[in-house]
């Protein structure tokens, strides 16, 4: 059909990492009602916690000599260090900086754990996909890409 | 537009090693999967066709005949094979995930009978997978 023939072939990886963390959705530029209205039982006040996953896609050349995008051990590695180190058995909001003045909603948790990752050397970071549940997900791609994807626009 | 996406599964085995690398390079960069005598995975395979439901069968593509073009194309090739030595079309590069990708996306792509192919993913475990579509191809399926 239209363009496909002679473009690029694009490749991307995924990787799925786990970790553990507790949260509550609180706002506080809203009145106690307020939060308890519009956040349901996530407002409870002592928090409760859920087995996140965390889907990483990069991009980039499939290097001839390794047949890689990039290594698995380096990606592994560095997401080790930015997200699952210092979010996995945690309190979101208690300890992780960007959480004390953001409400940590799955939505936001994408945009900090991309922010995190963006500075991967080793390829370029496509996306960040999050399950908060097996049946909640969230994604996002840098605030240029509209639809997931910069090939959107 | 609409996509459609079939699955299919197969098994097979694989080593990284690039002759052209010391055995210590080798075991550096690859790690147990430079393990000599190599190892294996199921793999899940998605492929994902692109195109408007043909107004009188209401199909993006027949899926008879995209199962057939799999099962020739890919079953045939790779499952339970060792897929350094018995796909040829692998010859002189490392089966990484993104490697098999591009080939099957390769042996694919010009034998889709209808529509057209969107996207390759293929799952060497469930934490791990590789894609491939064309650039200007969205994810979501619109052209740019």
């Given at each position: 059909m239209t363009m496909s023939r002679g473009a690029e072939l694009k490749t991307e990886l995924g990787r799925r990492y786990r970790f553990a963390a507790?949260?509550?959705?609180?706002?506080?530029q809203m009145s106690d009602a307020e939060n308890a209205r519009i956040y349901g039982k996530c407002n409870n006040a002592c928090g409760?916690?859920?087995?996140?996953?965390?889907?990483?896609?990069?991009?980039?050349?499939?290097?001839?000599a390794t047949g890689m995008i990039a290594n698995l051990a380096d990606l592994d590695e560095f997401v080790a260090r930015e997200v699952i180190e210092p979010f996995d058995h945690r309190s979101l909001?208690?300890?992780?900086?960007?959480?004390?003045?953001?409400?940590?909603?799955?939505?936001?948790?994408?945009?900090?754990?991309?922010?995190?990752?963006?500075?991967?050397?080793?390829a370029k970071l496509e996306r960040v996909r999050v399950e908060e549940t097996s049946n909640n997900s969230f994604e996002y791609?840098?605030?240029?890409?509209v639809s997931g994807s910069d090939e959107a626009l | 537009?609409?996509?459609?996406?079939?699955?299919?599964?197969?098994?097979?085995?694989?080593?990284?090693?690039?002759p052209a690398l010391s055995p210590e390079e080798n075991l550096r960069v690859f790690g147990k999967c430079n393990n000599p005598h190599g190892h294996g995975h199921n793999y899940t395979l998605e492929v994902t066709v692109a195109g408007e439901p043909d107004p009188v069968t209401g199909m993006v593509v027949d899926l008879a005949d995209l199962k057939k073009i799999l099962e020739q194309e890919v079953?045939?090739?790779?499952?339970?094979r060792h897929l350094n030595f018995e796909v040829p079309e692998l010859a002189g590069q490392i089966p990484t995930c993104e490697n098999v990708a591009r080939v099957i996306w390769?042996?694919?792509?010009?034998?889709?009978?209808?529509?057209?192919?969107?996207?390759?993913?293929?799952?060497?475990?469930?934490?791990?997978?590789?894609?491939?579509?064309?650039n200007g191809a969205s994810r979501n399926g619109s052209a740019a």
């Open positions: 507790s949260h509550r959705l609180h706002s506080a409760h916690g859920h087995n996140y996953v965390v889907e990483v896609s990069i991009s980039g050349e499939v290097d001839p909001n208690e300890e992780v900086e960007a959480f004390r003045s953001e409400v940590p909603t799955t939505e936001n948790l994408c945009i900090e754990i991309y922010r995190r990752l963006k500075s991967f050397p080793k791609a840098g605030d240029e890409a | 537009m609409v996509l459609l996406t079939r699955k299919i599964e197969f098994s097979a085995s694989h080593r990284y090693n690039n079953m045939r090739r790779m499952d339970h390769n042996l694919l792509e010009p034998k889709i009978p209808q529509g057209r192919l969107h996207r390759v993913r293929l799952y060497e475990s469930p934490d791990l997978f590789a894609d491939c579509y064309r």
